[in-house]
């Protein structure tokens, strides 16, 4: 299983690029996501071959804005490739404590354009499942 990216909770995206040592210009695409009231900004580490999401909450209803409120700023959910989603439900089905979140379609050129992510929760662990739509 590999790790597809590190999905950050931020509610000032500028204090949080300053504490990588970044600025805007690392930012490879900015998403809205209307359905979770969130935008999303992408920034590739090419060292690690890894994406930070910096999740920015845009309401007090956005699905992290209790998240956002409460910390200002943290880690999220780890998000991992998945070649089928169902198959990684699957892997938590019967896991005491785990739960599925949501299932969302969006478009992410940094992610390869339409996906579609599965979020699972386990005892306080949130992993969201990526796939690439064929």
Request: proline letters at 3%.
């Amino acid at each position: 299983m590999r790790i597809q990216h590190l999905g950050i909770v931020v509610s000032d995206v500028d204090e949080t690029l300053a504490a990588f040592g970044l600025d805007r210009s690392a930012i490879a695409e900015t998403v809205h996501d209307p359905i979770q009231q969130n935008d999303l900004h992408f920034i590739h580490l090419p060292d690690n071959n890894c994406w930070l999401e910096l999740v920015e909450p845009k309401s007090d209803t956005a699905s992290t804005a209790t998240f956002a409120r409460k910390f200002g700023m943290g880690l999220h959910h780890l998000g991992f490739d998945s070649a089928d989603l169902d198959q990684s439900e699957a892997l938590h089905a019967d896991r005491p404590g785990a739960f599925t979140l949501g299932r969302y379609h969006i478009e992410v050129r940094s992610f390869g354009g339409r996906i579609r992510t599965l979020f699972v929760a386990i005892k306080g662990l949130i992993l969201e499942y990526v796939k690439v739509d064929d």
